[in-house]
């Protein structure tokens, strides 16, 4: 079979249009796929190694007997697994991480086919066709990589109903056509893995959107295509504006700081207004920097039902991937 970067956008369309009930979230899952891809540009540009980033997901709990977290680590890649070991051991570091996976993605030439099950617009399902990568799977113990299976990992996991929603507008995907095949197959696997081979199970995903390797030292970034909130009063002064960052990952990554030392960045593609979009140049935050400029007497209303924490757009710096900002 012949795999297109078309056919794998339309493919990576029919997974989450039937995953992803509210069409604001499908709409923000898909742009989001930009802010990534565009980042990984810039970062390229720079003296960074890259590795793929995972996810973390909760777990069953130890029989009842204690009210703590439990998950598992997890990366979808096409890399060499030998590259991970030191980040893998910090992560591990963790208590409430109990097992971690690596899931190899085999190259494209070896994916397949299957059914796949989507509903139309008046909710009828329908019978569609998508691709079917390849994968392997190996356990991280001790510094070390074993063979595995998806069975391990599902057996860690929560069993749920898998509930199919309706088809959504496909427009929000086409500006995926314009990448390279292998950035769109990685972002395709990764969420096949998430939302075909796992989607019968509860997930409670807290993921990375890159992670960078410096001297030894890892950052993990989280990035965001938004404008400036602005006060209403007197929008072109910048010295009321702000960028907001998701309460509750922002709590994430402060768990990460305190307890395995993990550093992180916060990057935004600035954007002029939410209409049309228009990219103005990317913004960068350190942590450390984000918690000392936070406003901590209130709480922006966020998306989801969560809030949003916010810093002044003036703490912000342009990015310049030559800059190394990592702390030795």
């Known amino acids: 079979m012949n795999i297109t970067t078309e056919i794998i956008v339309d493919d990576l369309y029919k997974i989450l249009t039937s995953q992803i009930?509210?069409?604001?979230?499908?709409?923000?899952?898909?742009?989001?796929?930009?802010?990534?891809?565009?980042f990984e540009k810039v970062l390229r540009e720079g003296r960074y190694d890259l590795l793929d980033p995972g996810q973390f997901l909760i777990t069953k709990k130890n029989n009842h007997q204690s009210v703590e977290n439990e998950m598992i680590y997890v990366t979808v890649s096409d890399d060499d697994k030998s590259r991970y070991v030191e980040f893998y051991k910090q992560i591990t570091r963790l208590d409430e991480v109990k097992?971690?996976?690596?899931?190899?993605?085999?190259?494209?030439?070896?994916?397949?086919?299957?059914?796949?099950?989507?509903?139309?617009?008046?909710?009828?399902?329908?019978?569609?066709?998508?691709?079917?990568?390849?994968?392997?799977?190996?356990?991280?113990?001790?510094?070390?990589?074993?063979?595995?299976?998806?069975?391990?990992?599902?057996?860690?996991?929560?069993?749920r109903e898998r509930r199919i929603s309706a088809k959504k507008s496909?427009?929000?995907?086409?500006?995926?056509?314009?990448y390279e095949i292998e950035d769109i197959a990685k972002i395709y696997a990764n969420r096949y893995f998430l939302d075909v081979e796992l989607a019968s199970y509860n997930k409670g995903?807290?993921?990375?959107?890159?992670?960078?390797?410096?001297?030894?030292?890892?950052?993990?970034?989280?990035?965001?295509?938004?404008?400036?909130?602005?006060?209403?009063?007197?929008?072109?002064?910048?010295?009321?504006?702000?960028?907001?960052?998701?309460?509750?990952?922002?709590?994430?990554?402060?768990?990460?700081?305190?307890?395995?030392?993990?550093?992180?960045?916060?990057?935004?593609?600035?954007?002029?207004?939410?209409?049309?979009?228009?990219?103005?140049?990317?913004?960068?935050?350190?942590?450390?920097?984000?918690?000392?400029?936070?406003?901590?007497?209130?709480?922006?209303?966020?998306?989801?039902?969560?809030?949003?924490i916010s810093a002044p757009y003036l703490a912000f710096e342009n990015f310049n991937p030559d800059q190394c900002l990592i702390n030795d």
């Not at 001790?142 to 929560?158: C, M, P, R, V, Y």
């Not at 496909?170 to 314009?178: D, H, I, N, V």
């Not at 942590?287 to 039902?305: M, N, Q, T």
Request: net charge neutral.
């Open 21 to 38: 009930s509210q069409e604001r979230f499908y709409k923000a899952r898909a742009g989001g796929f930009r802010n990534e891809l565009e």
């Open 99 to 159: 097992n971690s996976f690596f899931v190899s993605v085999l190259g494209i030439h070896s994916w397949e086919t299957e059914p796949f099950t989507v509903k139309n617009e008046s909710k009828k399902n329908i019978d569609e066709i998508i691709i079917k990568p390849k994968f392997s799977v190996c356990k991280f113990n001790e510094g070390t990589w074993t063979d595995s299976s998806f069975n391990e990992i599902k057996d860690l996991l929560i069993k």
């Open 170 to 178: 496909k427009e929000y995907f086409e500006y995926l056509k314009s």
């Open 205 to 308: 995903m807290m993921d990375f959107d890159h992670i960078l390797s410096y001297g030894g030292k890892f950052i993990v970034v989280e990035t965001k295509e938004k404008d400036p909130m602005k006060n209403e009063k007197n929008p072109t002064d910048r010295e009321g504006w702000s960028f907001g960052w998701d309460s509750r990952r922002f709590g994430w990554y402060l768990y990460l700081r305190h307890q395995i030392e993990l550093e992180s960045w916060y990057v935004v593609r600035e954007i002029k207004e939410q209409q049309q979009r228009e990219f103005l140049g990317w913004k960068i935050i350190q942590f450390d920097k984000f918690c000392r400029c936070a406003s901590w007497l209130k709480e922006v209303s966020g998306g989801g039902g969560g809030g949003t």
